[in-house]
């Protein structure tokens, strides 16, 4: 017998998941959401059709043991690819201003025909980056050691 991962078998290790359906989608979705990232770490490869981000993610799977342990929260650096890519369009997010810096708040899946569609990743701000893709295929991959959260608190959200 099978049995899916549960989010505490994540414990201390890098994370590495992909994204193929809006299911999965949401879970990348909730362990990016609040990531921090200057502008200048967006890149669109458009003959690898690849868009990526570095970005410095909070780490919610560490959250609840953080907070009973009484230790500083943390953060990492993680790459969030989508593969496929045939287009980018953004609204909001400033161009040329390397110092800018970027709040990731959710991506989501609108699906078009034939497994098509658009990967909306919304931004802190009103902004949004919408990316045309061939197929859905997004993957988080933790590319550093966990380190301290500069706030030492996590992030908080309006109710």
């Avoid at 990526?52 to 943390?74: G, I, S, Y």
């Avoid at 197929?135 to 966990?146: F, M």
């Amino acid at each position: 017998m099978t049995q899916d991962a549960r989010f505490e078998d994540g414990a201390d290790a890098p994370l590495r998941l992909k994204a193929l359906d809006a299911d999965d989608l949401a879970v990348v979705s909730s362990l990016v959401q609040d990531s921090v990232f200057p502008s200048s770490e967006m890149v669109w490869k458009s003959k690898e059709r690849r868009f990526a981000l570095l970005l410095n993610r909070f780490r919610w799977e560490d959250a609840d043991k953080a907070q009973t342990r009484n230790r500083a929260f943390e953060r990492v650096q993680s790459v969030l690819a989508i593969e496929d890519v045939t287009s980018v369009r953004s609204q909001g997010v400033p161009r040329g201003d390397a110092d800018t810096v970027l709040s990731l708040l959710s991506i989501s899946f609108e699906a078009g025909e034939d497994g098509t569609g658009t990967v909306i990743l919304t931004l802190a701000g009103d902004g949004a980056i919408a990316l045309s893709v061939e197929a859905l295929e997004v993957v988080l991959r933790d590319v550093t050691r966990p380190y301290v959260a500069p706030s030492h608190k996590a992030p908080q959200h309006p109710e």
